[in-house]
């Protein structure tokens, strides 16, 4: 089954290009199905990107899925056209009576502030609690999972002494949950943090289970038993040259920033570095879909109450 988006978003001409299946509104309501509705709490500078780089992922789904765009109330993106933001995403606020399935959550370029600090903390605060009656199930990444476990958990974050930057060899671990069914045993994945969340502090809470960890770059991948939440701190929904736009950006900056590991052929960032890990994405999202499909309400009304498992 195709994706649902808007009809202009620029995400569509690029999946239309690749050969993603992208629905229209009109077809879609032809169709006796009931889509799984995501939201995407975009919180990343370049808006325009990670929609495709989320859509793509999503759209390869054998379900319908119908996305929405949403953003914090309060806060105005600095990178991203005020005409796309009015075009395209809702406040939380708009849509805070609606129910959806399934909320993913992305990172934000903030990791060093701490979460009291950021603009927007006490607006996502309520967003994660209302993702407890609202939603049937979460995906958060980098920040924005570390982000959610410290508001659920008071798991905290931890700044490294230099980034973790490049792609690394990382560990599934046994597990016969269906998120991670059919992953490599071992997945190449692309890191960029200033921060981590520290192995014992996870295991030490009994709802949450590491699922992917790596032992150069640590945690990868955590699921949340009890609250239904995937937080996944790196980053299979980059595209091929998402590292070395990261890259670029900073030396332009005159950051002080080492090339990204194990990512140029040879080391050389002239060279066109080859994706390694864009299946085992396609996979990973494809499994936390089938999960919600599979446990979420047919009635999407019946999302957080008290007897839905």
């Known amino acids: 089954m195709p994706i649902k988006i808007p009809k202009d978003l620029p995400a569509r001409q690029i999946l239309e290009h690749e050969g993603i299946l992208v629905i229209k509104d009109t077809d879609a309501v032809r169709q006796d199905i009931r889509p799984l509705r995501i939201a995407l709490l975009n919180l990343m500078p370049k808006k325009i990107a990670t929609e495709t780089q989320i859509a793509r992922l999503l759209g390869s789904s054998p379900l319908q899925i119908e996305m929405t765009l949403i953003s914090p109330s309060g806060y ?53 609690d209302w993702s407890k009656t609202n939603v049937h199930g979460t995906f958060n990444l ?21 980034k973790i930057f490049g792609v690394y060899l990382h560990q599934k671990n046994q597990s016969n949950l269906l998120l991670v069914n059919g992953l490599n045993d071992e997945i190449p994945i692309p890191v960029s943090r200033y921060t981590e969340n520290r192995r014992e502090d996870l295991l030490a809470n009994k709802n949450l289970e590491i699922l992917i960890d790596s032992n150069e770059s640590g945690v990868c991948l955590v699921y949340d038993k009890k609250l239904k939440h995937v937080h996944m701190f790196n980053h299979l929904e980059y595209e091929t040259d998402t590292l070395h736009e990261e890259y670029l950006r900073d030396t332009s900056k005159e950051v002080k920033i ?35 499909y599979q446990t979420t309400p047919f009635d999407i009304e019946d999302i957080g109450k008290k007897n839905n498992c």
């Open 258 to 292: 080492q090339k990204p590991n194990n990512y140029y052929p040879d080391d050389n960032p002239i060279r066109t570095p080859k994706n390694t890990w864009r299946s085992n994405g396609y996979l990973l999202f494809n499994n936390w879909l089938n999960l919600i």
């Open 76 to 128: 105005t993106p600095k990178n991203t056209p005020t005409e796309h933001m009015i075009d395209f995403y809702h406040s939380w606020e708009k849509i805070r009576a609606e129910k959806f399935d399934g909320l993913i959550t992305t990172g934000a370029p903030i990791e060093r502030l701490p979460f009291e600090e950021v603009l927007y903390w006490d607006e996502l605060r309520n967003i994660f």
């Open 142 to 162: 980098c920040w924005g999972a570390q982000a959610a476990l410290f508001h659920f958990y008071k798991i905290q974050k931890f700044e490294l002494p230099n």
